[in-house]
């Protein structure tokens, strides 16, 4: 009994105490897919499943450019493999240049994985010999690209690069990083650095979020 009325006070302080984010994330275009298993299982009728970045967010525990990069390379690959459908999320494949505790690879992996449904060994096992997950990720595989997303139908395949580097922080940025680095930032510091730091990420995914610059997509084959 304790713990249920734990978990219920722990809901209805969710629903009554929503969390505080920046305004920015609900004007991110949503990603949607249509996934079968989901369908199959009742989870959504016509099995259509809406990702939000909000989602994205929640799922990585922070919002940064890297997050942001994930989000926006998925984005490009699924509009150029499925032009004229909803993307069928359980057939995708995705092949990492990088192993995956290689600097970021390992959140971006997990964001990617969270959109298309491809997961590595410990990913979904499959239903009547159908909707396998598992085995549609893969680390340290040779390309050129960052990470390859292949269409598993049509064999259609996209490799993708992220130049954050395009949308510089604000010049402020550099002494309030010092500031929290050496741990001696004052509250109105810590702050200003996460407003800057979130306003980076809105224009990366806002104001540059069609920028073919800042999201290279190379066709293979």
Not at 39 to 58: H, K, N, P, Q
Not at 76 to 82: D, P
Not at 157 to 166: A, F, G, T
Request: charge should be neutral; glycine fraction near 10%.
């Amino acid at each position: 009994m304790q713990s249920r009325h734990c978990a219920l006070t722990i809901h209805n302080h969710a629903m009554t105490n929503p969390p505080a984010q920046p305004a920015f994330f609900a004007t991110v275009p949503p990603i949607i897919l249509h996934d079968a298993l989901a369908e199959l299982l009742g989870a959504s009728t016509d099995g259509r499943i809406e990702y939000l970045y909000a989602g994205a967010v929640a799922l990585a525990g922070h919002s940064c450019p890297t997050v942001a990069g994930a989000w926006l390379m998925t984005t490009r690959a699924l509009a150029h493999l499925y032009p004229d459908q909803l993307p069928e999320r359980g057939q995708l494949a995705v092949d990492f240049r990088d192993a995956q505790n290689t600097g970021t690879t390992g959140v971006v992996a997990a964001v990617v994985g969270w959109i298309t449904g491809a997961a590595g060994d410990g990913g979904f096992k499959g239903l009547a010999g159908a909707h396998a997950r598992c085995g549609l990720m893969r680390f340290g595989v040779p390309m050129q690209g960052q990470f390859r997303i292949t269409r598993r139908d049509t064999r259609t395949e996209v490799e993708l690069d992220y130049h954050p580097e395009r949308v510089p922080p604000l010049p402020e940025m550099a002494e309030l990083m010092g500031a929290i680095k050496s741990g001696t930032a004052r509250a109105e510091q810590q702050r200003a650095f996460g407003n800057a730091w979130q306003d980076r990420v809105r224009r990366i995914l806002i104001e540059h979020g069609n920028d073919p610059e800042l999201v290279t997509l190379r066709p293979c084959g």
